[in-house]
C-alpha cells in the first residue's frame, strides 16, 4: 500500500474518533442534558491540558518560544473578537438559541484536526513508523478531546443529532491535511507552530471565558469539588498518552 493512502486510512481513522460521543446516544435527551453540565468540566481539563501540555508544547519543538507564544496570545485575542462577531451576526436582542462558544468550538477543533492530518502526512512521508506512531498519538488524544467537545456543543444549545453531524464533519478535515500536505509537501512545515499556537488561543480562551465562569455560581463544596475533579480527569487523560510516546 503506498504512503498516500495509508496516510488517508489514518486520517478516516482519526475522523471516526468523532463519533466518540455515541456513547451519549444510548441516554435519554433530558438525561444527556443533565449530564453534559457535569461533562463541561471535563471539557475544560481535555481543552486546557491539550493545549498546554500537547499542542504549545509541539509548537515550541519546532520554532522559538518568542516567535511561538504570541501567537497563542493573537490566538486568544482573535477569538474573543470571532465570538463577538459571531453573537452580533447569530443572536438577537442579546438571545441565542446556541450560545457563540459552540460556533468556536467548531472552527478551533476543524482548524485542529486539519494541522493533525498535515502532522500525520508528513510523519508517514519521514517514516511508516512514524506515521503510525503519529496517528496513534492522535487517536488517543482525540477521543478524550470529542468526548469533550460534544458535551460542550450539548451545552451550549445543539441536539444530539447536530452535535453528531457538526462533529463528525469537522474531524473529516483531519483527510483535507493530508490531501493538503501531499500536495505542497514540505513548503507547509514552517508554518505549522504558529497553526498550533493559535489552536492552543481558542482552546484555552474558550476553556477559560466560557466555561469556567458558569461554575462561579455554585455554592456547595461538593459540587465544587466534583467539578473540579472532572478537570483534573480532563487533564489526566491527555497526559497518560505522553507515558507512551
Not at 466518540?20 to 481539563?45: D, K, T
Not at 520554532?63 to 462577531?85: H, M, Q, T, W
Request: charged share 15%; net charge negative; aromatic share 14%.
Amino acid at each position: 500500500m503506498s504512503i498516500f493512502w495509508l496516510s488517508i486510512g489514518a486520517a478516516l481513522a482519526a475522523s471516526i474518533v468523532s463519533f466518540s460521543g455515541i456513547a451519549f446516544a444510548i441516554l435519554r435527551e433530558e438525561r444527556v442534558r443533565a449530564l453534559s453540565h457535569y461533562l463541561v468540566s471535563f471539557a475544560i481539563g481535555a481543552l486546557l491540558g491539550v493545549s498546554f501540555l500537547d499542542i504549545i508544547p509541539e509548537a515550541l519543538r519546532m520554532a522559538e518560544a518568542e516567535k511561538v507564544l504570541p501567537y497563542v496570545l493573537f490566538g486568544i485575542i482573535f477569538f474573543f473578537v470571532l465570538e463577538r462577531l459571531l453573537f452580533w451576526y447569530h443572536c438577537h436582542e442579546g438571545v441565542c438559541e446556541v450560545h457563540t462558544f459552540t460556533y468556536l468550538i467548531l472552527w478551533g477543533d476543524f482548524l485542529h484536526n486539519f494541522i493533525d492530518g498535515i502532522i500525520v502526512a508528513l510523519a508517514f512521508l519521514t517514516d511508516i513508523r512514524l506515521g503510525a506512531l503519529t496517528t496513534l498519538a492522535v487517536l488517543l488524544h482525540e477521543i478524550p478531546q470529542e468526548i469533550g467537545d460534544f458535551s460542550v456543543l450539548l451545552h451550549g444549545g445543539l441536539s444530539r443529532a447536530r452535535a453528531f453531524l457538526y462533529n463528525f464533519l469537522v474531524a473529516l478535515s483531519i483527510v483535507v491535511g493530508v490531501l493538503v500536505a501531499f500536495a505542497l509537501g514540505e513548503a507547509l512545515r514552517p508554518f505549522l507552530p504558529f497553526l498550533l499556537a493559535m489552536v492552543a488561543g481558542n482552546f484555552i480562551y474558550i476553556a477559560a471565558t466560557d466555561l469556567m465562569p458558569e461554575f462561579h455560581r455554585l455554592t456547595r463544596m461538593r459540587h465544587l469539588i466534583g467539578h473540579l475533579a472532572l478537570i483534573l480527569v480532563g487533564i489526566a487523560v491527555i497526559v497518560l498518552p505522553e507515558f507512551f510516546f
